[in-house]
């Protein structure tokens, strides 16, 4: 893993492969690998966006298998490939089962697998639901950084939904150093803001917590607002909910309605990608017929490309790549290496002889 691109091409023409060993790595390891390591995470996630956003990495659009008989169940394919100092192929496999909440069975589950880019032999097979959720929380938690840097920094957060995906957010935000007065919460579920509330209350952090029963409310009293539902459609559609000029990290990205992000600034993480699959963006670029109400990606911001203006709500809405899956997961292989505590599955690749 630790072979830059240059290395990788060179070994590939000469013919030096060989079959890598294939390791299994249980999700206990990968949330020991990541656990506490929030501002670093952010990192590699910031570093895989600049990668991205120079050319240095193919993310082709995601496969989703849905079922006519459960259509609000579905499972995504997000392929890819990662380049820079330690290039790496692989591919998540992520089903989004939302009945399964009402079991007591959380509604995701992934698995990543990273492919070595000399052979493409497959090197190893990660618990993902975690990386999943890691890389989700770190792109937000560098989005409401990012996002804020020209305006006053937020100190009201509100959490619209309060899933797993919710808590991440949360921990990621506290982890990579914000801190908040007032933390707003409001689900359809009165046990899941209850269980979102404890679970806040016992992180440590300062301020009041507050569950709304009135989602304007929340809006209107949150300076960063996060969603993270499962709605399939729009289901906010008043901009004036917004006329504070929140920033509002719109990771469930169907929430909103055009005209919410019409009158907003609007930042995605991939304008191919984000403005497709009946996402709120791909909903207005069909409204309008243009896509001239996306300023540019999170790695335009950081570049200093593009800036959002204070006089508006900011909106990050953004899709999820599969290059973000690929770094992270690359993070948690080598920690696990590194340790010594690798599960090597031996002779995986068992028919290694062409004839025998």
């Known amino acids: 893993m630790n072979r830059d691109q240059d290395t ?93 909440v009402r079991s007591g069975v959380p509604r995701a589950s ?70 908040f007065d007032d933390v707003g919460i409001y689900d359809l579920s009165a046990d899941s803001a209850a269980g979102f509330r404890l679970y806040v209350e016992q992180s440590g952090g300062a301020g009041a917590v507050t569950v709304h029963h009135d989602p304007e409310e929340l809006i209107r009293t949150s300076d960063l607002v996060v969603f993270a539902t499962v709605a399939a459609e729009p289901h906010v559609h008043d901009p004036a909910w917004f006329d504070h000029n929140p920033v509002v990290l719109h990771v469930s990205l169907r929430d909103l309605s055009p005209q919410v992000l019409l009158a907003a600034t609007n930042v995605v993480d991939d304008i191919e990608h984000c403005l497709r699959a009946a996402t709120s963006p791909h909903l207005t670029e069909q409204l309008t017929g243009n896509r001239d109400f996306v300023l540019g990606t999170l790695d335009d911001v950081m570049a200093g490309r593009v800036t959002p203006a204070r006089d508006r709500p900011v909106v990050f809405s953004p899709f999820g790549l599969g290059v973000l899956d690929l770094a992270v997961g690359s993070y948690v292989y080598d920690r696990v290496a590194r340790s010594g505590e690798l599960g090597v599955v031996d002779d995986f690749f068992h028919e290694r002889r062409r004839y025998g």
Not at 36 to 45: A, W, Y
Not at 117 to 129: D, N, R
């Open 8 to 100: 990788v091409t060179a070994s590939a023409a000469a013919g030096d492969a060989t079959v890598p060993s294939f390791a299994v790595i249980p999700g206990s390891q990968v949330r020991h690998a990541l656990d506490g390591r929030e501002k670093e995470i952010v990192e590699v996630v910031e570093a895989a966006y600049r990668l991205h956003g120079a050319g240095r990495t193919v993310n082709p659009p995601s496969s989703f298998l849905r079922f006519p008989d459960r259509p609000a169940s579905r499972m995504i394919a997000l392929p890819a490939s990662l380049g820079g100092d330690a290039p790496v192929d692989g591919l998540k496999w992520i089903s989004s089962f939302p009945a399964n």
């Open 110 to 179: 992934a698995v990543l697998i990273l492919n070595d880019p000399v052979t493409g032999y497959p090197f190893a097979c990660l618990e993902s639901s975690i990386i999943s959720a890691t890389r989700t929380a770190a792109s937000a938690a560098s989005a409401a950084d990012r996002l804020s840097r020209d305006r006053p920094r937020p100190t009201r957060v509100g959490f619209f939904g309060t899933g797993l995906i919710a808590r991440y957010i949360h921990t990621f935000l506290e982890g990579s150093g914000w801190s």
